[in-house]
């Protein structure tokens, strides 16, 4: 199917983000969507929800994941939040676990939910996986829905490297350099990746993001990453088509067809 028609008839894609506080996650959906601003946010009926009483109901601890985030400057992507579920909360999980079931069975693929980006940050302390982490790969079956994990904040391994590298004698200056290449091959092989083997529904893939609170963050390997685990076509089509920010996708999807 031509994706202009595609775009016609599904509209929108449709991605769920999971995370902790704190794990960058609206960063990571201003990246994707080319632009600094603030999303604008609608109820499940699609009125606009005031960002004040929005901030309040949040600081009173309540949150509708039914509620549609969208940016001005890509209304092709609809966004849900899930706050992180840290301290492995039932109410939480079972609120996202629903979530999950009742969009995968929508009558209409636009109303489904197409993918899911779980944010874990490596600028923690420990960077160990929490109980609602544990939780959610071990009990929570997404079906056909692709579980990407989004390892945000990998910089912070950077600094990590560079000091492990300074203290085997390595001269600063080559330490700086070699500290993202050595950052990497000791998070191929480390705790974190051996854990999301091991699960009983692991993730379709991960990605590493470092530096994407910089002007010239790249992600151009989230966006790659995500057209790759759609096992369905015209949801590959439609996400290729609906993002803005990797042309060179958008041409070798177009060269395949």
Not at 153 to 158: E, S
Not at 246 to 253: G, S
Request: overall charge negative; hydrophobic content about 35%; aromatic content about 8%.
């Amino acid at each position: 199917m031509d994706p202009s028609r595609i775009k016609e008839k599904i509209g929108r894609f449709r991605i769920l983000t999971i995370g902790r506080a704190n794990a960058g996650k609206t960063t990571i959906l201003q990246r994707v969507c080319n632009t600094r601003d603030s999303p604008e946010i609608r109820n499940c009926a699609g009125e606009k929800i005031d960002s004040a009483l929005l901030k309040a109901s949040r600081e009173r601890g309540l949150h509708d994941i039914e509620n549609e985030m969208v940016f001005q400057s890509n209304p092709g992507f609809v966004f849900h939040d899930s706050r992180g579920f840290e301290a492995g909360g039932e109410s939480e999980f079972d609120e996202v676990k629903a979530f999950i079931a009742n969009r995968s069975k929508e009558t209409k693929l636009e109303d489904r939910l197409h993918a899911i980006w779980y944010c874990i940050p490596m600028d923690e302390e420990s960077r160990s996986f929490t109980q609602g982490e544990i939780k959610f790969f071990s009990q929570c079956d997404t079906g056909s829905i692709p579980v990407m994990v989004l390892f945000t904040k990998f910089d912070a391994l950077y600094d990590v490297a560079y000091k492990q590298l300074k203290k085997n004698g390595t001269p600063w200056k080559d330490a700086k350099e070699l500290a993202p290449k050595h950052a990497e091959e000791s998070f191929a092989n480390g705790q974190q990746l051996k854990f999301l083997k091991d699960v009983r529904w692991p993730p379709k893939c991960h990605v590493c993001l470092p530096n994407m609170d910089k002007d010239d963050a790249d992600c151009g390997p989230l966006i790659e990453r995500t057209a790759g685990t759609m096992d369905n076509e015209v949801l590959q089509q439609l996400f290729v088509s609906t993002q803005q920010t990797n042309l060179e996708l958008c041409m070798k999807y177009a060269v395949e067809r």
